[in-house]
């Protein structure tokens, strides 16, 4: 479980440099970071820690990370992501 501190620090580092990144990864976290298991936590809080070139690009399909954590976690997020905006229409 984080603290009040951590879930302030994640939030913040969910807030990228690009805007299309911005759209993917707070709602994700935001939504659906709490329901996670501790390895995908883990996982997605390592996930911050790319370059936003890197991110961009594994999320728009046009590359898969070498990381297969990474490369699990990138659909994890872009499936939620849709299946809530699905959820909302």
């Known amino acids: 479980m984080l603290t009040p501190s951590e879930k302030s620090r994640l ?3 969910c807030r990228r440099g690009m ?3 911005d759209v993917i990864f707070m709602p994700f976290f935001e939504h659906e970071f709490g329901g996670l298991n501790e390895e995908q936590q883990q ?11 890197e991110l961009f690009r594994w999320c728009m ?3 898969v990370p070498e990381d297969p954590a990474f490369a ?3 659909p994890l997020i872009l499936e939620r992501n849709q299946a809530r905006h699905d959820r909302l229409r």
């Not at 996982?43 to 070139?53: M, V």
């Open 11 to 13: 939030k913040w580092a």
């Open 43 to 53: 996982t997605f809080i390592r996930l911050l820690e790319c370059e936003d070139p």
């Open 72 to 74: 699990t976690m990138i």
């Open 19 to 21: 805007l299309e990144l």
């Open 61 to 63: 399909g046009h590359g």
